[in-house]
């Protein structure tokens, strides 16, 4: 198998619009959960969310922007600033082994939910032209192929909360496998559309708000957690085979080197430590390494009551006596949960930690729960932590559990 590089990586997110600004943000523990100031907030339980200061009409022209959902707009825009990133230069032949890989859990839910308050709503016979196009959930992966002229495999994946970290672990098998030469893989999600913030908030696993600071609303691992808070953006990677990095001179940001991929086929909802601590193992065998090696873990960290003791569990399962010397990090609680764009955004924030030698915080973990007694990087950054490999956990509803295992660049 060859080894895969990541020579591109970019970002449209609520901690910044590029990897380095997400990365400080992070590091610095700076919250993006704000308060919603949107019509219906009054009619949400918790109208908070993490946003991205986005306007499309900067990037697109009016005739484009038409035919794109917010969620196409974020993928298009991070995988151009992956690709210029990673600057290749690509031949007709390369592009026609070049492949697009994207995940994403709710795909165009905005047209719909406009669509739909349109029709029921409005009482109107008539929608936009557009909308199958602006809402079907491959538009963002077909909209990446076209514009870069990628004409190889064009993916789309939709496994909800882990759904890039499926879309980046299945490009990792095709370059590694030599079926391909180059690819943009990552996860795009635009959730936050009143239907759509609605459904969640009739699953009660979104938290309430923090009375004293609205953007400490979500605790990771905390005695006091209350649920996840949703936020949106992308995050996409130029992956290509090592080698080829090499010979064309390209600054390479870290490996990937392993994808685990477990489904618990037990409860559409509730997560298994089973399950979680199988992914994992996955992992590693298929990065060819064992736990003693593992470094840092970027946890899925949802903040919700049932996920956090489950993962914690699930994390001693696979480490055992070791498990509480590895530092664990969800910065979940800072840029929202992106759904299926999610681990896309870790994927990023984990590769920089290990460029910077940093140990990213959990945040807002002040109270302490006995179920959660890791060492989660409690309330500030760790500086100097020399990490060579880490693992990047995401575990979704439906039980599809999805771990990547990186490596720190040379």
């Known amino acids: ?9 970019g970002v449209v997110s609520p901690l910044g619009h590029s ?19 949107v019509a219906f907030a009054h009619r949400l339980a918790a109208p908070i969310a993490a946003t991205v200061n986005f306007n499309g009409a900067d990037h697109f022209d009016p005739p484009r922007l038409r035919m794109l959902d917010r969620v196409s707009q974020f993928a298009l ?3 151009s600033r992956a690709m210029a990133d990673a600057q290749p230069e690509l031949s007709d032949t390369e592009r026609s ?5 994207v995940g994403t859990g709710m795909g165009g839910i905005n047209s719909i939910d406009e669509g739909y308050q349109t029709l029921y ?11 199958v196009l602006m809402g079907m959930h491959n538009a963002p992966a077909a909209w990446i192929g076209i514009e870069h002229g990628f004409s190889g495999p064009n993916m789309s994946y939709s496994t909800a909360c882990s759904s890039s970290a499926v879309a980046i672990g299945e490009a990792w098998l095709r370059l590694a496998h030599g079926d391909l030469d180059i690819a943009l ?3 795009t999600e635009a959730p936050l559309a009143f239907g759509s913030l609605k459904a969640w908030e009739a699953l009660r696993t979104v938290a309430s708000i923090d009375a004293a600071d609205p953007s400490a609303s979500c605790k990771p691992f905390a005695g006091n957690r209350s649920g996840m808070v949703l936020g949106e953006g992308a995050a996409m990677l130029v992956l290509e085979p090592w080698e080829r990095a090499l010979a064309r001179g390209a600054a390479i940001h870290g490996e990937l080197i392993g994808y685990g991929l477990f489904t618990d086929a037990g409860h559409i909802t509730r997560p298994s430590v089973e399950g979680q601590a199988a992914a994992m193992r ?3 065998r298929s990065a060819r390494i064992d736990a003693a090696q593992v470094d840092a873990i970027n946890a899925h960290g949802t903040g919700t009551p049932a996920n956090d003791g489950i993962e914690t569990a699930a994390i001693k399962a696979v480490f055992g006596n070791r498990a509480a010397r590895i530092p664990v990090s ?6 929202g949960h992106l759904l299926g764009a999610t681990s896309a955004l870790e994927c990023v924030l984990s590769f920089m930690a290990m460029q910077h030698s940093v140990a990213l915080p959990t945040m807002h973990l002040q109270q302490a729960d006995p179920q959660c007694d890791l060492d989660y990087v409690a309330n500030a950054a760790r500086e100097g932590v020399p990490v060579r490999t880490m693992l990047s956990s995401s575990f979704a509803f439906g039980g599809t559990n999805a771990v990547l295992a990186f490596r720190a660049a040379p």
């Open 185 to 187: 893989a990552g996860g």
């Open 121 to 131: 709503g409005e009482n109107s016979d008539r929608i936009k032209p557009f909308m």
């Open 282 to 284: 996955a992992a590693l």
């Open 330 to 335: 969800a910065t979940k609680a800072l840029h």
């Open 97 to 101: 082994r070049a492949g697009v890989f």
């Open 1 to 9: 198998m060859r080894r895969v590089a990541v020579t591109g990586m």
């Open 77 to 79: 825009v991070a995988a």
């Open 19 to 37: 990897a380095q600004q997400a990365f400080d943000a992070a590091r610095a523990g700076r919250s993006a959960v704000r308060r919603l100031d």
